[in-house]
């Protein structure tokens, strides 16, 4: 673990200045925060790409923070008197729309106070008359009792007629918007909205006749876009919106204002559509790049024509300053919380730590900084727990447990399993058998994934096949192919008349490449009958070539070679910078980079004979180059030997035939003519550098001189000379 202690200057996160604007408080995305500003300032929608947890949210609710205060608006429904399903939208100041409501309220109040009146003093005065006519013995009992009933039918119909008089008299507007208490713009989230509540929508009315209905101007529900007007709508993962909603959005963007219309064609909202409503807003739509085939062309280009797309960081530089920027994150995060107590520098390094060990780049930090918050709050609650006023690193590294991902507990339980069933083998050695290194999805859960193999002959000549089971997807298939390209190349033995079986393990659905090496290790042990080192652990892809190449995801692999008692693994000699561990880990385990499948080879196989032979048909060509051909070249300069260049000339010959002419006559007659003499020159001739020199100018002269033949013979002649 790299000491960073001398680097940060704080006792505890108390002391760090937490900055009061959002956009200040976005770590390491400076890009994205000048396209932003950039957004503000010109009014321009931004699309922001990447991964979740990268600050896509913040930025989108910084935008609102800085944008120009320009004057907000509130939305009011008015009922057409013409047509009323067809209520008309009208847009006033900030504050005035309260103001207007208040005046049509009173004037309907004037309006409706004789009719009040008169509805009260009707049945009242009914009912006295039947009270009088009563005490003076002028009608009976009955007659009593019927005007009574009659005058509560009375009171009872004359308040339906005044509520009808009243749904066909009132125009008093509804407010649809209503920013009178907003200082700032609005900032919108819709994030997984239905279109309903994106869009607007009509509320549904079951008393549509006899005038009880509620009128449709009052039943107009705003949506997000509406609400968004003169402000910012940010849309995450906006490719989960329906096809239709990306195209009434499209439509949004290009006319700024939306008629509000019933979303269900089975609601009575459906029959009623008011006038455009403004909804002039800046569109933050963000989003990952798996799912940018699913965003509508249409919105992008709109995007691009008046706006920025931005791809967020994932990672950062690994320096003071952005060590320091994660510290101010930490520090950000608690004062959200407002539950768990400060951080003291050690655990604040421990974060950082962790933040390098994330990190898909060597000499980094990642910039997933939701799953590091996650640990800052489990840290603080385990504090909160043991009564502490500070956070420490202990606090840190016991939170780490607490708060692992669900592929990590997984990962955890089957390797246990595993161990109880003895499906590991961590000691010994054992011919075709290799324990590969994998990571579960995209996580840094590391597992272990032991390999074995076997070959047997094909049941016709030159009809063998590669066989591997588990389910693999479709880069481990090609992995696997790539594979059988260099077995030839390494142990001389043609594999077309064996078929190779390889098995992963009581494991599922693997994919990627990088088990390649451990796949080659495996089936090379059969062909060769050479033991492999069980102690051992491997990952790291492979090149047709016999190049190991480097792979994802090995902190997390070296982990679980770790937790398997595994004594040493060999990584990519590229990913050996990758590798963060503590000090703890790295006393558990040795690492060993490794550049070629020769490397490998010497590494992970036990010593013996067969081991020896390998090893030195794997370095035959090279020493054969420097002890023939350089001599050869060397005598004929000097011109001491005549046979001597005339033999280095056929073999130069034969050597460049064979990279620019691969069925050419020239090379067959060369064959013919000096096989039986020089045999075994002339096969390693295939493997040996000059071979490949041969091809790389084969590669640029046929580019430059295009794919005619006699172009290529003149080129040849050239070389000659």
């Not at 009808?164 to 009178?180: A, E, F, R, Y």
């Not at 047997?456 to 588990?470: C, D, E, W």
């Not at 050996?576 to 880990?585: E, G, M, N, P």
């Amino acid at each position: 673990m790299k000491k960073i202690t001398k680097e940060l200057n704080f006792n505890d996160t108390s002391e760090i200045i937490v900055p009061k604007k959002i956009i200040d408080q976005v770590i390491g995305q400076e890009v994205a925060i000048n396209l932003i500003k950039k957004a503000a300032s010109q009014k321009r929608h931004i699309m922001l790409i990447g991964e979740p947890g990268t600050g896509k949210s913040m930025l989108a609710a910084s935008l609102a923070e800085i944008l120009p205060p320009y004057q907000l608006k509130d939305i009011l429904s008015y009922p057409n008197k013409e047509d009323l399903h067809n209520p008309i939208i009208q847009v006033t100041n900030a504050g005035e729309a309260k103001k207007i409501i208040n005046l049509a309220k009173l004037e309907a109040a004037k309006a409706n106070s004789s009719q009040k009146i008169l509805g009260f003093v009707l049945p009242m005065g009914w009912l006295i008359l039947a009270v009088v006519l009563w005490q003076f013995k002028i009608i009976s009992d009955i007659v009593f009792g019927a005007m009574l009933i009659l005058s509560g039918f009375i009171m009872i119909a004359t308040a339906l007629s005044m509520q009808m008089m009243q749904k066909g008299k009132i125009l008093i507007p509804k407010i649809l918007i209503d920013n009178s208490k907003k200082k700032h713009v609005p900032f919108i989230d819709a994030t997984g909205a239905r279109a309903g509540a994106l869009l607007g929508d009509v509320l549904h009315d079951p008393l549509q006749s006899g005038g009880l209905g509620t009128p449709p101007h009052y039943r107009v529900i705003p949506g997000m876009i509406h609400k968004a007007n003169g402000g910012v709508l940010f849309l995450d993962e906006i490719a989960s919106l329906s096809p239709k909603s990306q195209q009434e959005l499209l439509t949004i963007l290009q006319e700024k204002k939306y008629s509000i219309t019933g979303q269900s064609e089975l609601s009575s909202g459906a029959m009623v559509r008011t006038t455009p409503a403004p909804c002039d807003f800046i569109l933050v739509a963000a989003g990952n790049y798996q799912d940018l085939e699913r965003v509508h062309p249409a919105i992008r280009s709109r995007i691009r024509g008046s706006g920025y797309e931005c791809q967020m960081n994932i990672d950062v530089p690994d320096t003071i300053e952005n060590r320091n920027k994660i510290a101010q994150f930490v520090a950000q995060e608690i004062l959200k919380d407002e539950k768990i107590p400060h951080f003291r520098k050690d655990a604040v390094e421990e974060i950082i730590f962790e933040a390098r060990k994330r990190a898909t780049r060597k000499n980094h930090l990642t910039l997933k900084l939701r799953e590091l918050g996650g640990i800052v709050r489990a840290a603080g609650d385990v504090a909160k727990e043991k009564g502490l006023s500070l956070v420490t690193k202990q606090e840190v590294i016991d939170s780490k447990k607490s708060s692992s991902t669900l592929e990590q507990q997984l990962v955890a339980k089957m390797m246990d399993i595993k161990k109880d069933y003895d499906i590991f083998k961590t000691a010994g050695k054992k011919i075709g058998r290799v324990n590969g290194l994998a990571v579960m999805g995209t996580t840094d859960a590391g597992i272990m994934l032991p390999i074995e193999c076997e070959v047997t002959f094909a049941q016709s000549l030159n009809q063998g096949k590669v066989i591997a089971t588990g389910k693999l997807g479709e880069i481990a298939k090609e992995s696997v192919e790539n594979v059988s390209a260099i077995f030839k190349k390494i142990t001389g033995k043609n594999i077309s008349n064996y078929d190779v079986h390889i098995q992963f393990l009581q494991t599922h659905g693997v994919e990627g490449d990088s088990a390649s090496i451990s796949i080659a290790s495996a089936v090379i042990s059969v062909l060769e009958n050479i033991p492999i080192k069980q102690t051992i652990a491997m990952t790291g892809s492979l090149s047709i070539r016999g190049e190991v190449l480097p792979v994802g995801g090995v902190t997390g692999k070296i982990g679980a070679a770790i937790n398997s008692k595994i004594k040493t693994v060999l990584i990519p000699f590229t990913n050996k910078d990758d590798v963060v561990l503590s000090d703890k880990q790295n006393k558990q385990i040795k690492i060993i980079p490794v550049k070629t499948i020769r490397e490998v080879i010497k590494e992970a196989f036990e010593d013996c004979p067969q081991k020896d032979k390998l090893l030195k048909k794997l370095s035959a060509s090279l020493k054969w180059f420097f002890n023939n051909y350089f001599l050869f070249f060397l005598i004929v300069f000097l011109g001491k030997i005549e046979f001597t260049r005339m033999f280095v000339f056929f073999l130069l010959l034969y050597t460049i035939c064979n990279s620019f002419f691969k069925s050419s006559i020239v090379k067959f007659f060369l064959e013919k003519l000096f096989g039986f003499f020089f045999a075994e020159e002339l096969e390693l001739i295939e493997t040996s550098p000059l071979s490949w020199i041969g091809t790389e100018f084969a590669k640029y002269f046929g580019t430059a001189f295009g794919e005619n033949k006699t172009s290529k013979n003149l080129l040849f002649l050239v070389l000659l000379i």
